[in-house]
């Protein structure tokens, strides 16, 4: 007791210090590393067009199948070639692209449309909140992998059609968040009392609950955003998702697949950024989910 | 003086389950069945009863928060228009609630600067400027500080929130305030300073008070009318230093003779009426006068027949079938 | 008990119901089924005749009271590619499919479970930090990208594997492998986080005060109340077992229920897609009525709770 009042300075900075130390030795690696690699895959996605070196379906059949960079390949194909000798890092660009952009996108409309319900369920209640319900129950009973393929079978494939059945992955769960939390609020609290101060619906939804849903429907975000990438490649691979010639990552897996035993860079390469992205996503959501909690709650 | 607020046989009954499971009998909770008030400018009444009675829920229908199954609201004359219209929402500006939990009436992410502000900005009232003014003279009157205008709720100690919850109702000078249970949440030292705040709030602003509470003590001290309400119905009202000092209806009596006062030498002995059984639920009202299963009174009349409030003298009304009868004014 | 059973049954039919609408309507919606069957140059009186003998030509409730009676006794139609019965195609496929979910359901049980527990007792440790580095993997990386690995290394470098086909049992091995995988370590991070909000609660604490010894607190107290939350995890991936091994029967070439499914959506084969839709969608509500139950045995406190019907 005596020494920390004679050296109050030292004691405080080294305990300040420990602390910041403490704090970061939770996800030191994980979230530094997670960060970088998300913020290569958007410049990537944002700047495919001047970074590509070569298009997407220029061939070199001279040089099909030719080996990345460390594995007897040259620099001017450093991840190698595919059977038609097009250059994958070329396409490897575009494909983070598409899938970050069908992700997003997709992310963006299941969060509107789940939020939304999850509005229009509170706030109505009876029959709107019935039906929203059992919808909810639905969407959360059957694997959405079938749901998306039913539908695919039904309408066909094009790519908006593609990026609206994304959108309706996981928006059962905006739905029950803020059907959840509003109701909360409604009953006996924040809500309830604003509306008795006479404010009309718009501005109780949007100054008063959405504010103070947005920190949980963040963090569901950055669970979904990984699960699109994924159902989005499932479905790429098996040849029912994005169509040449566009690409996507789960695309060149599925082109990949059938050089796996001669020349498995193909398929390696972008199924190593599927891999790469979800998991820094998932640091990313796991982090954010213990810095927001705590406050809060 | 004209009545401020007229509440005619109010009335709200929900459809519940008695049982469980999707074939269970359909059963009427009647939360309140026929309670009819008077609230004068400027004056306070207050509301007493047990926890579901039904006080929280007539304060709720005389702001027009919930629609009755039967009955009126009158607020200055006018019949209360619907919930959610924009007729309801104009007449917010004259008529404030303020909640047990004051903490949970606040949005935790906004300073309560802007929170008190924001009756103004939504009637639109005053101009943007002005606004500030205005809050921060409000705050002055109930007591909080300047500085505690960019402060958050959750920063705040509890008698601080319910002083915002109040600034923030009274901002747009409103002619009546119900409280529900104001206080219940708060330490017994800040009790006292809010029921002040409240008294001097009344006298400079010359707002009227619902005032619902539990809590016979502070009813007595802020109120100048009461009624006291048992499963729904009001059983007895009257001014308030009269009813405390002579209550008449045997629930009544029971309630006063429950409030603890120090004994000393010499004092007289007060009256102490206990009562028997638990209170019945509200989906289950008895027959006849809802108090006969505890009465000690009571009799065959009383199980056979619903009294109603009748005049007792004095301005009083109290529903009992016996309280005319002089012997039982003695029992105990 | 009685009455919670039923509601719960009421509710997988109306689910049943919902899934078969929902097909009805989307078919409706996705253009004229005959000629989404029948190829767009058919001649007009074939349309017709189509139209006629599917009952097209009806209003549009008749319709789908038809449909939904044909749905309830299987009656799917035709397959567009072979001209069997659809229902007897997907039931075919099922045992190929539960030949791998379910000793895959007991690897993913089996591992998971108990290195979740694990994790949970001994948290902070080496191990527990393994597992759920480990268990991170699983749910980061697709089915496909796991089966593609495996085979890369089990049957393209090491041969000892063999990569496709359903021809004897070794072909089973990494299929089923790939699908325990992933949900091993779904299991193992959620029993661990089960295990530990339960050790957190003041009555373990109590228990062991009280004297009694550490195994006994786990097995009489801690782990009865973990596995409630997870019954549900575990009824998920119980329901899965016919519908979830979509991708990884189509990677190992597995001729069960998956692999019908991705080829009927590539050919837009509709009866068969109907089928399927109907047989995931009972077995699905089959396993959650299951669990439903089993919830209501394990949990006191939703037995007495209001149904709400």
Redesign the interface.
Known sequence: MALHDTFPTAASSVSSRTTIVRRLRRWPLGVLFAGSWLTLMVVIALGADLLLPYSITAFDLKARLAPPLLFGGTFAHPLGTDELGRDVTSRLMMSIRMSLLIALFGTLIATTLGTLLGFLAAHFRRYVETLILMAIDFQASMPFMIIALAVLAFFGNSLPLFIGLMGFHSWERYARIARGLTLAANEQGYAAAVRQLGAGPGRIYGLHILPNIASTLIVSMTLTFPEIILLESGLSFLGLGVQPPLTSLGNMVGYGREYITRASWIMLAPATVIVLTTLSISLLGDWLRDKLDPTLR | MTDLLEANELTRHYQV?SG????AGKATLRAVDGVSLRIERGRTLGLVGESGCGKSTTGKLV?G?IEPTAGTVRYAGAGMPPI?TAAW?????HL??V?Q?PL??????LPIGVQIM??LA??GTATPDERGERARTIMDAVGLQAHHFDRYPHELSGGQRQRV?LA?ALITEPDLLVCDEPISALDVSIQAQVVNLLLDLQDRLGVAYLFISHDLKVVRQVCHDVAVMYLGRIVEQGDAGHLFAEPAHPYTRALVSAIPVPVSKGSPRRERLLLSGDPPSPIDIPLGCAFHTRCPFSTAQCRAETPVLRPHGDGRLVACHRVDEPALRTAA | MLVFAASRLLRAGLTILFVMTFAFVVLRLSGDPALLIMSVDAPPEAIKAFRHAWGLDQPIWDQYVSYIGHAMVGDFGKSMRDGRSAIQLVLERVPATLAITLPALALKLGIGIPAGIYAALHRNSFADRLTMAVSVAGFTMPSFVLALLLVLVFSVNLGWLPASGADSATNAILPIVTLGAAGAAIMARFTRSAMLEVLGQPYIRAASAKGVAWHRVILRHALPNAAIPTVTIIGFMIGSVVAGAVVVESVFAWPGIGRLLVSAVANRDLAVVQALLMVIAASMVMANFTVDMAYGWLDPRVRRTMVRS
Not at chain 2, 20 to 23: D, I, T
Not at chain 2, 104 to 109: E, I, P, V
């Open positions: 389950r469980r499971g999707p074939f702001l928060l959610n929402r104009t007449l917010r500006r404030q609630m909640y939990d949970g009436a606040l949005d935790r992410r924001e009756p939504i009637h919850v923030r």
